[in-house]
């Protein structure tokens, strides 16, 4: 399985702006799927995942009501919709497919997107 993450740009503080996460080389096995995030100078964080096959989702407090992830199955495609982004939110944006363990540890994560930039100007 590999992933690749889209749709990063350079917005203005309340903007919106859609990210996907293609997935490829076979059908999606795994419970769940995540975005993740690296501001500069700063760790990985989680953000939220989605469970590939009944759609639940969750999210960390600070995008909470903002974020939304999706997915379509038949595309095999992830989507997180971002909304009233303010400068806090400028960061790489991954995704990665979870293997076990806490949300929270990057060692959770086996296969990762090559992450794309999000930048909120204020």
């Known amino acids: 399985v590999q992933l690749q993450a889209s749709g990063g740009g350079l917005v203005q503080a309340g903007d919106s702006l859609r990210l996907s996460c293609a997935i490829s080389?076979?059908?999606?096995?795994?419970?769940?799927i995540a975005w993740l995030r690296q501001a500069p100078g700063r760790e990985r964080e989680f953000v939220g995942r989605i469970n590939w096959k009944s759609g639940t989702t969750s999210y960390v407090d600070a995008v909470q009501g903002r974020f939304f992830i999706s997915r379509d199955v038949a595309k095999n495609t992830m989507y997180l919709q971002m909304n009233s982004l303010k400068p806090e939110d400028t960061a790489v944006y991954y995704c990665?497919?979870?293997?076990?363990?806490?949300?929270?540890?990057?060692?959770?994560?086996?296969?990762w997107g090559q992450g794309t930039q999000v930048t909120v100007s204020s």
């Open positions: 990665a497919a979870h293997h076990g363990g806490s949300f929270w540890y990057l060692t959770s994560y086996d296969v």
């Open positions: 080389g076979g059908t999606f096995s795994r419970d769940y």
